[in-house]
């Protein structure tokens, strides 16, 4: 078994174990089912226990600078979203290199740094004031793009999913709680691939900070436990391919690191 695979396990394993950590609308929390769907997890750091992953929320050109370079204006645009499936999570170990697919369909793989926020608490219509008390922790993750098809669907209008939802496309280091770390309104965001910096800006240059995306977001949607909101990627996103190295680092987190294979 490969490392990737490993971390991806042991973590759905885990989760497993949280007794109705995934129940949802009316299904019975002991109704017995003809198959097994693995719980997708996140490691916390410092404890034993997950974090239960609920739905992947990703805010679309929320730094000016990569706005304006998918042909935005971020002065006009208010923000909006888009999901990953849960599965699409690959657990990365700080100072690991796991292998990381390159997927089907795609000739222009693309990556994009990101801050993520997990979030402990619900809610609907989210004050900014207080969205900050929803959030457990931070780690940081890629979301990883299938530009070529992306742009293709958008291009005869049609859903995005098939270049943002797919398997490992979610690279994502484990949590830090809170109460260890604090929050994120700054510091140094970065990618290299292959030791050459692509992206490089600070988490200050979102348009739109972490509390109002979690009170935007819960005026569409009812956020609940277990959800995690992907905080958008700096200018400078690009293509890799087989054998590129990428590494990531946000201030005050561990560097996260994938080997395209």
Same mark, same amino acid.
């Given at each position: 078994? *490969?490392?990737?695979?490993?971390?991806?396990?042991?973590?759905?394993?885990?989760? /497993?174990? #949280?007794?109705? $950590?995934? %129940?949802? !609308?009316?299904?019975?929390?002991?109704?017995?089912?003809?198959f097994a769907v693995n719980s997708i997890a996140i490691p916390i750091v410092g404890s034993d226990e997950v974090f239960p992953v609920r739905r992947i929320y990703c805010i679309g050109r929320n730094y000016a600078a990569?706005?304006?370079?998918?042909?935005?204006?971020?002065?006009?645009?208010?923000?909006?979203?888009?999901?990953?499936?849960?599965?699409?999570?690959?657990?990365?170990?700080?100072?690991?290199?796991? *292998?990381?697919?390159?997927?089907?369909?795609?000739?222009?793989?693309?990556?994009? /740094?990101? #801050?993520?926020? $997990?979030? %402990?608490? !619900?809610?609907?219509?989210?004050?900014?004031?207080?969205?900050?008390?929803?959030?457990?922790?931070?780690?940081?993750?890629?979301?990883?793009?299938?530009?070529?098809?992306?742009?293709?669907?958008?291009?005869?209008?049609?859903?995005?999913?098939?270049?943002?939802?797919?398997?490992?496309?979610?690279?994502?280091?484990?949590?830090?709680?809170?109460?260890?770390?604090?929050?994120?309104?700054?510091?140094?965001?970065?990618?290299?691939?292959?030791?050459?910096?692509?992206?490089?800006a600070d988490l200050s240059q979102m348009i739109w900070s972490v509390a109002e995306q979690i009170a935007k977001l819960s005026e569409a949607n009812e956020i609940y436990p277990g959800d995690i909101i992907y905080s958008?990627?700096?200018?400078?996103?690009?293509?890799?391919?087989?054998?590129?190295?990428?590494?990531?680092?946000?201030?005050?987190?561990?560097?996260?690191?994938?080997?395209?294979?």
């Amino acid at each position: 078994m *490969d490392r990737r695979n490993f971390f991806q396990g042991s973590a759905a394993a885990a989760a /497993a174990g #949280l007794a109705g $950590c995934a %129940a949802t !609308g009316n299904a019975a929390g002991n109704a017995r089912t003809p198959f097994a769907v693995n719980s997708i997890a996140i490691p916390i750091v410092g404890s034993d226990e997950v974090f239960p992953v609920r739905r992947i929320y990703c805010i679309g050109r929320n730094y000016a600078a990569h706005a304006r370079e998918m042909g935005s204006d971020p002065n006009r645009e208010p923000p909006f979203f888009f999901q990953k499936p849960t599965d699409a999570i690959q657990n990365v170990a700080p100072g690991t290199v796991p *292998d990381h697919p390159y997927p089907t369909l795609t000739r222009n793989y693309h990556y994009e /740094a990101e #801050l993520v926020a $997990c979030i %402990a608490r !619900g809610g609907r219509n989210i004050p900014v004031a207080t969205a900050l008390e929803h959030v457990y922790g931070y780690t940081l993750g890629l979301d990883m793009t299938r530009r070529d098809l992306q742009r293709a669907m958008g291009d005869e209008k049609k859903p995005w999913e098939i270049g943002k939802s797919f398997d490992h496309s979610a690279p994502i280091g484990p949590i830090h709680r809170v109460a260890q770390i604090g929050h994120f309104t700054k510091g140094a965001i970065w990618l290299k691939v292959n030791g050459a910096t692509k992206q490089s800006a600070d988490l200050s240059q979102m348009i739109w900070s972490v509390a109002e995306q979690i009170a935007k977001l819960s005026e569409a949607n009812e956020i609940y436990p277990g959800d995690i909101i992907y905080s958008g990627t700096p200018e400078n996103v690009g293509p890799v391919v087989r054998g590129d190295v990428i590494e990531m680092h946000i201030d005050g987190l561990p560097n996260l690191s994938v080997k395209i294979v």
